[in-house]
C-alpha cells in the first residue's frame, strides 16, 4: 500500500502551459506539505496545509497555487510554466503541524519545462 | 536569517563509521531531524532531536548541542547501501521546516 502517491511521476511541458500535479496521502494524517528540490538538491517548502487549511505560504509565486480539496489530498496547479520551474516536486504528510512530527514523501514528481 | 550547513561529500570504506555535521542558524528551535535520501527517490525519516544529547536507533545516532546549533549523524558498521545524501532539517517557530544542503555519502567497498 501507497503511503504517499503523486502523479505523475514525470511531466515534461513547454513554456506558457498550465500543469496540475496531484498528491494523496492514506495515512489519516492532518498535514501536507508540497516542497521543490532543484537541480542543486536543495530540498524547500513550499505550501503547507493542516485539516485542509493553509498554514505555511512560502514565498512562492502567485502562479502556483494549491488545492485540498479534503484532508487526503494537496494537488499543485501551476500557471504559466518557466524554465526556472524545473525540478522534482515532492509531496509530504504528517500526523500534525507539531515539532516532533516525521513527515512522510511521496515519490517526487520531475517537471520538465521546456 | 536561516542558514543549515553540511558537508557537501563524504567518502568512507564499507564496516567503517562516519560522522556526517550540520550547523544550524534559524529563527528559532523547535527540533531537528535528519532524513536519507537515496538518487532518485524520497527522503525518509531517520531520527530527531528536541532535546540535547543522544538518540541512537540501531546503526544511526543522532546528536544534538541547542547551545552551539550543531548536530550530527553517526552511521556505524558502514554498509553499501548506506551510499545515499543525508539530509539536515530544522523545525523552527513558524512551523516551518528548513532543510540543509544534504551530504552526498559514498560508501566504497
Known sequence: ?114 | GQNIDQPTEMTATEGAIVQINCTYQTSGFNGLFWYQQHAGEAPTFLSYNVLDGLEEKGRFSSFLSRSKGYSYLLLKELQMKDSASYLCAVYNYGQNFVFGPGTRLSVLP
Request: include cysteine.
Open chain 1, 1 to 114: 500500500d501507497t503511503a504517499v502517491s503523486q502523479t505523475p511521476k514525470y511531466l515534461v511541458t513547454q513554456m506558457g502551459n498550465d500543469k496540475s500535479i496531484k498528491c494523496e496521502q492514506n495515512l489519516g494524517h492532518d498535514t501536507m506539505y508540497w516542497y521543490k528540490q532543484d537541480s542543486k538538491k536543495f530540498l524547500k517548502i513550499m505550501f503547507s496545509y493542516n485539516n485542509k487549511e493553509l498554514i505555511i505560504n512560502e514565498t512562492v509565486p502567485n502562479r502556483f497555487s494549491p488545492k485540498s480539496p479534503d484532508k487526503a489530498h494537496l494537488n499543485l496547479h501551476i500557471n504559466s510554466l518557466e524554465l526556472g520551474d524545473s525540478a522534482v516536486y515532492f509531496c509530504a504528510s504528517s500526523p500534525g503541524t507539531g515539532s516532533s512530527y516525521e513527515q512522510y514523501f511521496g515519490p517526487g514528481t520531475r517537471l520538465t519545462v521546456t
